[in-house]
């Protein structure tokens, strides 16, 4: 007898740009995961780059605060921070005092929208993958308003697999968890932030584990056109990935990473048997993304010795980006979500790691011994000529522990049922 389900209006609040390949898999496969536990569900965005997310999805529309202070001058920032933090101080004391509509004391059509959408919500969810932590302090009130607004307008709330930490902060670990006591279910996806979730003191039935919804990814038929761009099938040389970024400033790591890198690949990848492609996941609408100017820089440099490509300076979505990740002989990331797109697929991979999260991936499906720390980079070399010399069996590795950690989305799923679905 064939299951019978509840048509149940979802609503992902905290979406941002397909332009970030990492971004779009975390939409792709959140609504995918969704769609599992509930057939039936409407899922609707609110993004901050709505204009490129509804290429691929109908209903999206702005955040409850935009795009925050993005690309403003100095007086409009202060003027939208202040003004904001108006807004969200009204909106607390009304919660405990009136309780009148939201809406009307809103002060932008953003705010009145998105109240709008998360009324008409049975599930509100946060897929934003990383955000509470202190390094964000400056955005983390916003969107933990957000959380904890749309719990107070009496919705179910729940935080899909992201990163918890570095909270190291008092206040900033006591507003997370005021914000968040209510809410129906946390999901850690590494150790180090479910062990942050206990620290700060959730309920054992509000939380749980599991590995990151960017495993979930498929490839799709219509991507396969790619393949015969920049894998051609007489040809006997392997193709490396590289994807390179540019670190945010709070990263701390050598000024010359890049030459180190590229020093490091020359020193094991033999150029007639390899050719190298690469594969930036960052990109802007008009011009150049600060990671797709660092790759750019690494195939100036690369060519002089190997065979290179550069994919085009164009939004790649992730079904397109994976199918380009499943042909490679190995891959180099300094990018959390293409290394797990990578690793769907049992592609070897030596992840660059600047953040825990990276880290905390890896050591979940078994590959802890092809992490290269930033701050030691002179690793690298040695885990090539490893990956070199076992190829196939890092693959079935890989693809075993993935199988593996898979099945703690099938847990969250039967978790996450009675939320979606009652």
Request: aromatic share 12%; hydrophobic share 40%; glycine share 4%.
């Amino acid at each position: 007898m064939t299951e019978e389900f509840k048509e149940k209006n979802v609503l992902i609040l905290d979406a941002f740009s397909s332009i970030h390949v990492g971004n779009g898999v975390l939409i792709d496969n959140s609504i995918k995961l969704i769609k599992e536990i509930n057939p039936d569900a409407k899922v609707n965005l609110l993004s901050m780059d709505p204009e490129t997310n509804r290429v691929k999805y109908p209903d999206v529309d702005y955040p409850m605060f935009g795009i925050f202070w993005r690309n403003k001058g100095f007086l409009q920032k202060l003027t939208w921070i202040v003004s904001n933090f108006i807004f969200v101080f009204l909106q607390i004391v009304n919660q405990y005092t009136l309780r009148i509509s939201p809406k009307k004391l809103s002060f932008s059509s953003y705010q009145k929208r998105a109240f709008d959408k998360i009324e008409k919500a049975d599930v509100c969810v946060s897929i934003i993958g990383e955000a509470i932590n202190d390094n964000f302090y400056q955005a983390l009130y916003f969107w933990l308003f957000n959380y904890w607004i749309t719990i107070r307008m009496g919705k179910r709330f729940v935080l899909f697999p992201q990163s918890i930490g570095p909270l190291e902060n008092s206040f900033n670990k006591f507003i997370v968890y005021r914000t968040l006591k209510n809410a129906s279910l946390l999901i850690a996806r590494d150790q180090n932030s479910f062990n942050k979730l206990v620290e700060l003191g959730f309920e054992e039935s509000q939380i749980a584990y599991s590995v990151d919804v960017g495993l979930l990814q498929e490839i799709e038929p219509s991507s396969q056109y790619l393949i015969n761009d920049y894998f051609e099938s007489n040809d006997s040389k392997k193709v490396i990935g590289l994807t390179l970024s540019k670190f945010p400033g709070e990263i701390e790591g050598p000024q010359n990473y890049l030459d180190i890198i590229i020093q490091e690949i020359r020193k094991e990848v033999d150029p007639t048997g390899y050719k190298i492609l690469l594969m930036p996941s960052n990109y802007v609408k008009n011009g150049e993304s600060a990671d797709y100017q660092v790759c750019f820089h690494a195939y100036t440099q690369l060519k002089q010795t190997h065979e290179v490509s550069i994919l085009p300076n164009r939004t790649f979505f992730p079904n397109e980006y994976t199918t380009l990740l499943s042909q490679l002989h190995f891959f180099i990331s300094t990018r959390m979500h293409v290394t797990i797109l990578a690793c769907s697929q049992a592609i070897p991979t030596i992840a660059i790691s600047s953040q825990f999260k990276i880290k905390g991936f890896m050591e979940n499906i078994g590959q802890g011994n092809f992490i290269v720390e930033l701050d030691n980079l002179l690793k690298l070399s040695d885990k090539i000529k490893i990956v070199l010399h076992d190829r196939d069996s890092i693959s079935v590795s890989i693809k075993d522990n993935v199988s593996k950690q898979k099945k703690t989305l099938i847990e969250i799923q039967k978790l996450l049922k009675p939320v979606f679905c009652d």
